[in-house]
């Protein structure tokens, strides 16, 4: 496929499991970005990486959350004695780097992360 | 710091009429703007964007939405609505190629 992959889809974890989804950008694509949707809510920014470095992780909302991404290629989103709030739809993100100011970021289908 | 807001979280319009979704930015650079569809258990596609070229930008599925500084905006609008563009729709803001911020989305649904 030529698209951004995530896995899994679905993921149902009790309170206080960890989790790790996983990210699989588009091939050659430099940037990765995660995002957090809530219910009825749109998508909010948690990381992102260029290549192997992470840039930005600003909006990761406690350090319950982690990510990696040690290749340059594939990225993990970890998160840590999962709770109820974490609720969510994760969506990944990836984007290349041309030489035009404006980069399109190419979605993924998202994890959708319920927490029991 | 930089903003979206949508105004509707629902909108309804009949098959064939005129579909507009609101969208008003806070940007303390020139800001990229864009709008996104998002289909059920789909991610984000791009519908189209503004990156300070022609203030009119026409997209995908007969989208298009203007860029007007002096109001902020950057609605969405579509001539004729069709039952296939049922979906929520989130426009978002970034700066160049950083994160993107989105609005809280607005729900379209079509009444044939």
């Known amino acids: 496929g030529a698209g951004v992959s995530q896995s899994p889809r679905y993921k149902v974890a009790k309170r206080g499991q960890d989790v790790a989804l996983r990210c699989d950008p588009i091939?050659?694509?430099?940037?990765l970005f995660w995002y957090q949707q809530a219910l009825g809510q749109g998508p909010e920014f948690l990381t992102y990486f260029q290549n192997e470095a992470q840039l930005d992780k600003s909006g990761l909302p406690s350090d319950r959350f982690f990510a990696e991404r040690p290749e340059g290629s594939v990225s993990t989103l970890k998160i840590q004695r999962t709770q109820q709030e974490d609720s969510a739809v994760y969506l990944c993100?990836?984007?290349?780097?041309?030489?035009?100011?404006?980069?399109?970021?190419?979605f993924g289908p998202g994890t959708r992360l319920t927490v029991l | 710091a930089q903003s979206v807001t949508q105004l509707g979280s629902h909108v309804s319009v009949s098959e064939g009429a005129l579909v507009l979704l609101r969208c008003n930015y806070s940007?303390?650079?020139?800001?990229?703007l864009f709008w996104y569809v998002q289909y059920p258990n789909q991610g984000l596609q791009l519908l189209l964007k503004y990156t300070s070229a022609a203030t009119l930008v026409k997209g995908i599925n007969g989208f298009e939405a203007e860029f007007k500084k002096s109001e902020t905006s950057f609605h969405l609008t579509k001539p004729s609505a069709h039952m296939s563009d049922a979906a929520e729709y989130f426009c978002a803001v970034s700066h160049r190629n950083e994160k993107l911020t989105f609005g809280t989305g607005t729900r379209l649904t079509i009444i044939p």
């Open positions: 940007s303390s650079v020139p800001p990229y």
């Open positions: 091939s050659g694509h430099v940037s």
């Open positions: 993100a990836s984007s290349n780097r041309g030489t035009g100011a404006f980069n399109e970021q190419f």
